[in-house]
């Protein structure tokens, strides 16, 4: 079984002892989002485990133990985006913080995301052009991966304070094909996440970097190729503050749990049911 750690919330950010608890412990609970009475049991042992996929905006306070995984195979996911604290309220300094987190996680374990795009006043495509070729430029030599898509509208997130200006899907296309020959420049090739933009098509969790033949997730959209995974991670659960995020309902935020809790979100009441997963 891949994991995903996680597509609702930072784990390597924000819960990082939490997940090496989990690690140590051999397992990890997980409450099903849509009925919270399911909770499934996910065992984190190496012959359980076909490999980690982390998605994050800052690796930094995962690092200094990432050698408790020697034992498992795993890759990051790993967002860098050209927005300030207007958009990304607590993501700390990228060029003197997450960058450099990035650089030391290698280049076969670490794929940039650029991800999700989007135009407004403050953040313009010229803008755009700058802030990638500037990435790029740092992040050469340290992965040749890149990912990149355009910001999605959901029900529980209010993006009209960035005041958005809507783009063509002929104006996506050719910033997109910008972008990519900028990244060739520097020995990265681009891809696209669940959109037709003339880019190769990314399989964000692929089990192939794994070498593990999965089929492909059912429940994602249409255009991803993802492989089935299971997610770890729980909604309203991030405090990275940003504006464009799905995975605070509303804005809402639990308060953390703690470092020994045996599942992100909310602690058993002894009336669910557990089933194990792997």
Known sequence: MIV???????????????????VGKGFVLLRNPYNPLQVGRV??????????????KNAAPMLNRIHELDAFKYYFQYTITPYGRDVEKNIPDKHEVVIPAFKRIGADKAIWRYDPVFL????TWDYHIRAFTKIAEELEGYTSKAVMSFVDSYRTVDLRPLNIQPLTTEQQTELAQQLSEIAAQHGIVLSSCAEELGLPHSSCVDGKM?????????????????????????????????????????????????????????????????????
């Open 43 to 56: 065992s984190l042992t190496p012959d359980k485990v076909d490999g980690f996929v982390f998605w994050t």
């Open 4 to 22: 995903s750690a996680s597509r609702r919330t930072d784990i390597p950010a924000l819960f990082s002892e939490w997940f090496y608890n989990r």
């Open 120 to 123: 407004n006043d403050r953040y």
């Open 210 to 278: 794994f070498g593990v033949d999965k089929p492909k997730d059912r429940n994602q959209r249409g255009l991803c190729q993802c492989v089935e995974s299971v997610d770890i991670g729980a909604y309203s659960t991030c405090r990275n503050g940003c504006a464009y995020c799905y995975a605070n309902h509303y804005g809402y935020v639990q308060d953390p749990p703690d470092a020994d809790c045996d599942l992100l979100g909310p602690p058993l009441n002894g009336n669910e049911k557990i089933k194990q997963r792997n």
